[in-house]
Structure formats: structure tokens, C-alpha cells
């Protein structure tokens, strides 16, 4: 029986996030493994094993319970941000050749990206919003950037998660803060024009079938924006299956498709987009969509009529094969 540890935790805003997304899998893991937690801080690991909370060893893969070394034999990483979703442990655990479930290290670091993730995807000529990476907070003055983008215009922390330190910025005296506050959230800034549309999300993931794209979710929210309230408050309308037309349908989830190909992604991914006049725009690509009872990709699982538990039966047995 495999031992799967489940990373969570992490060390970004999303850490409550990560636990619940986590703790989720973990109720619904499928028949067959021996499943438990690893939690994951700057200061220790911690196995989460049996009811019990144990040292974890990173550098050994192992822990201890009852006078017993128990050992991983593979991992999933849950870790909404650093290090997870960046990428940062995908390349750890290949260095201690550890089989890894999600998304190798190249794909999770350059999709974790906004913006380096956007321009890759616009040379295969996929639409995206016009924007301005900062990599400073006075990179640009800031009539250049309202010349440039207009208003509105979203600022986002390009090297970190979706749901901390994003704004829609509607006058010119909104943008300093703006950029204050993404910059609390991570190194780099990226500065998008604002697309008015209809936003979706499509789920991603591969089975021994092929690559499947599951039911759109469309994304209706009295807020300016799909943010942290929104996702996880209740304060947004999430209808799966989007009310969109099925040609649109297709179209997002073809190019969902091509994306995942394009990105070399595993397991589960989940793509945003803003579909602008029919013309599907991305937004960002998650390869750690949140998993907690409120999120997105479990209510495409639902829509069509699958369990959680089973869609991870058929992830883990074409990715561990």
C-alpha cells in the first residue's frame, strides 16, 4: 500500500487555504494508499498521521510513529503559493527522486508566474490581456502606466497566489496604494488592462483516456473582482455549468487542453478566462486549484456527475503508473 503525504501549508497568505484544500483531498482519498498530511512551515514539517501530530524529516522523506520509520512513497503538494505551487518542492522532491503527483517543477514555477506564464502563452498566438510587469514599485511612472493600460486595470502580484494582494484600480489615485499592496505580496507586480467580459474556469487533468477538460464554471460576483471574499466568503455567484453557448464551451475547454499540453502540466490544473466579444482571454493558470468544500474544480466534478473520490482514483493511477 502506498504511502501518499499530502503537502500543505506553505508560506504564503493562502496557508488556512492550503489545510482546507488538503484536509478535503484527504477525506476523499480513493481505496488503496495510506494517505495523511505533511504541514509544511519556515520553522518544522509536521506529519499529521494517525491523529497524532510527528516530526517530519525532508531531508530523509520519513517520520516516525510508534517506534516505526514510516516512509513516503510519493507526494502530492497542496500548498496554494511558495513553495508549493511555485514549484520550489516539485524540484526538491526530484532531486530525492520522490514521485511527485502534481506538475513538474519548469511547468509549476513558469504557471505560477502571471505574467512570464501570459507572455509564453501569447506566442502560441492564445489571447491575453495587454499588461506591464514591475519588478520595482517606481519601475514606471505612473502616468505611463495609466497611458498605457487605462483605467480600469488590475494590479496583481505576479510571483504569488490569486487571492492576496489584488486590485481593480478605477481612478488614478487608487494606483500608488495599489501597487503598495501588491508589493507586500510578492517580489515582482504585474499591471493588466481591464477586459469586460464574461469570466470562466476550466478544469484540467489526465487520465490513462487522455487529457480531459471538465464543465466551465462561470464566475458572477457583486465584487469588482473574483478576490479572496469573493472565492471563499460567499460573495460571488459560481454556476457550473457556465451559461455560455456550447461553441464558446468547446473553444475554452479545446484550448484549456492545449494549454495543459503546452505547459507540460500533471494531475489537476485550472484555467481562467475572460471571454471578451467570443474570443476566450486567459487570465492565469492554477496548478494547485483550490479543494476545499466552497471551491471551484470540486463543483466541475460534481456538474458532471463524478466524485472527488473517484476523479483522484483516476489521477493517481495514470500519473503513479
Known sequence: MKRIAIFCGGYSSEFDISIKSASTILTNF???????????????WTAIYQGERLEFNPWEMCFSHNGNAIQVDAALIYIHGNPGE??????????????????????SELSFDKW?????????????????????????ENEFILETLGLPCFVKPSDSGSSYGISK??????????????FAEGETVVIESFLNGTEVTCGVYRTKAGIHALPLTEIATDNDFFDYEAKYLGASQEITPARVSAAITNHVQEISKKIYQLLRLKSIARIDFMVVNDVPHVIEVNTTPGFSPASLVPQMIACEGNTIRQFWKEILEFELK
Do not use: H, W
Open 30 to 44: 480513493p481505496e488503496g494508499y495510506d494517505p495523511f498530511l505533511v504541514e509544511v512551515t519556515r520553522e518544522q
Open 86 to 107: 511555485n514549484g520550489k518542492l516539485q524540484a526538491f522532491f526530484e532531486m530525492k527522486n520522490i514521485p511527485c503527483i502534481n506538475s513538474g517543477a519548469l511547468a
Open 116 to 140: 512570464y506564464c501570459n507572455q509564453f502563452l501569447r506566442g502560441f498566438d492564445i489571447p491575453v490581456a495587454k499588461s506591464l510587469l514591475l519588478t520595482s514599485i517606481d519601475a514606471y
Open 169 to 182: 484600480v478605477k481612478t488614478a489615485e487608487e494606483l500608488q496604494p495599489a501597487l503598495e499592496k501588491a
